[in-house]
């Protein structure tokens, strides 16, 4: 606030604990169950759900939940499962258990990839169901115009398999959000931010021309998931329409947002996509438990400010990201980038939990002194050519036949007519609700002030 103006500690009991950025102010919805953070992998797993419930904590502290629109969202059922993985695979998940592991036919666990990294643990299938749900839910309210950026950041696994977990993945449900986007979007745009390979997106639209994926992630060879070389670029009429950017170690902000920027605006403006799925996965964040990059909270960010800016509906999942409070941090710094306000380095004072932000207790935290650097301007020079050389292949955005031949009919959300009418009644008074609400609110301020 300017120096000129300023309120007494009554009304500043009021204020928001963040400021509004640019003029474009798109409709924002906040996807979430509370229930997909009571899950557990195991002790020793890297991954840990209850970063959601962190996530959730800070993003209402800093009070994003007052100008979003907040949708609990229901589970996902084994029918919209099976538009993209296997029946066996479904049905396996939602019996499997740690008590009857060992009754199993023998090769089972085999078959279906179960170990380590996959684990079973009590109620897996609900919480794949939970997540996957979410995304499904936040991909509705594109399609019905109800919202212009949906999140939901319990979403964004990225690894899953038709047939298989992988990754920690158990169900895909990025391509199934995608999957339900194609019903409606002609061509739609798949952003991977994630440290590793966004390899079980990339190989189930491997063959089309309607969804262009493009990965920034690590590769050597060797790196899980071992996929996402620069020549990886898609097959059949997919050809040219995947896109991979492999990075070596230590990566910075610099280099990685000039990087992201020089591909993704021509990318944008060659294919143009009518809906972009951005998965950001917080592992590319430095001092990640996994990682090994040197990015900053407000460089990731920025990436997601970038695809912001092209005005194009968005549905925005997590993903990786195995140190908790860093991962909190990131994705409610991005929850405001995407509402298009600016969050303070303080953190808020009844914050939940704030014990686990210790001891800088601070939003952007320093996590770019790690790594040493080995990605050479050469290098991320040779990749930018390369993958610009790629998208003049496009020579412009496929045109699509929008009938029954190409495009799924069915709601793979499993609504009828009546219920669907229900909802957009229910949102039409809940949105004149918010809107008295928020004259109310203005006017109670106007009052302290004046």
Not at 16 to 41: D, T
Not at 60 to 82: F, P, V
Not at 115 to 135: E, H, K
Not at 298 to 315: D, N, Q, T, W, Y
Request: hydrophobic residues 35%.
């Amino acid at each position: 606030m300017s120096g000129t103006f300023s309120v007494d500690s009554k009304t500043k009991e009021f204020q928001p604990l963040y400021e509004f950025g640019s003029n474009y102010a798109p409709r924002v919805s906040y996807h979430i169950n509370p229930e997909v953070s009571h899950y557990h992998y195991g002790v020793r797993h890297p991954m840990k759900p209850f970063r959601l419930m962190l996530t959730d904590h800070l993003v209402s502290g800093y009070g994003l939940h007052k100008i979003m629109d907040l949708y609990k969202t229901r589970k996902a059922t084994a029918e919209e499962m099976e538009e993209f993985h296997s029946e066996d695979y479904v049905n396996f998940l939602s019996k499997v258990t740690p008590e009857n592991l060992s009754k199993l036919p023998r090769g089972t666990l085999e078959k279906f990839n179960i170990g380590d990294d996959c684990p079973i643990f009590p109620n897996i299938f609900q919480y794949s169901s939970l997540y996957t749900g979410a995304s499904l839910d936040a991909s509705r309210k594109l399609i019905n115009n109800q919202s212009d950026i949906a999140i939901n950041w319990s979403g964004g696994l990225h690894h899953a398999k038709k047939n298989s977990p992988s990754g920690f993945c158990y169900i895909n449900d990025i391509v199934l959000a995608i999957l339900n986007l194609l019903r409606y979007h002609p061509r739609v745009l798949y952003i991977d931010i994630d440290l590793h390979h966004g390899d079980g997106v990339q190989e189930a639209f491997y063959t089309t021309d309607r969804v262009y994926t493009i990965s920034f992630h690590k590769y050597n060879g060797e790196f899980f998931p071992g996929t996402g070389n620069y020549d990886e670029t898609g097959c059949a009429d997919g050809k040219h329409f995947a896109m991979n950017v492999p990075l070596e170690d230590g990566i910075d902000d610099d280099s990685y947002i000039n990087l992201f920027k020089s591909i993704i605006d021509p990318l944008i403006t060659t294919f143009k996509p009518t809906v972009i799925l951005q998965q950001c996965g917080a592992d590319s964040l430095g001092h990640d438990r996994l990682g090994c990059f040197n990015l900053n909270i407000k460089a990731h960010g920025e990436c997601v400010k970038f695809v912001r800016s092209f005005g194009i509906p968005m549905l925005v999942v997590g993903g990786g990201g195995y140190t908790p409070r860093n991962v909190s941090r990131l994705w409610t710094y991005e929850t405001g980038i995407l509402n298009n306000v600016l969050l303070p380095e303080e953190l808020p004072d009844n914050l939940p939990f704030k014990e686990s932000f210790g001891p800088d207790y601070s939003l952007y935290p320093v996590l770019d002194n790690l790594y040493e650097n080995r990605n050479s301007k050469k290098f991320l020079e040779d990749i930018r050519i390369r993958c610009l050389e790629n998208i003049r292949f496009l020579q412009g955005a496929p045109s699509v036949r929008m009938d029954a031949e190409n495009i799924p009919t069915q709601d793979i959300s499993g609504l009828t007519e009546e219920e669907e009418e229900l909802i957009k009644e229910m949102n039409e008074e809940d949105e004149d609700w918010r809107l008295q609400e928020i004259e109310k609110e203005n006017a109670k301020m106007m009052e302290l002030i004046y």
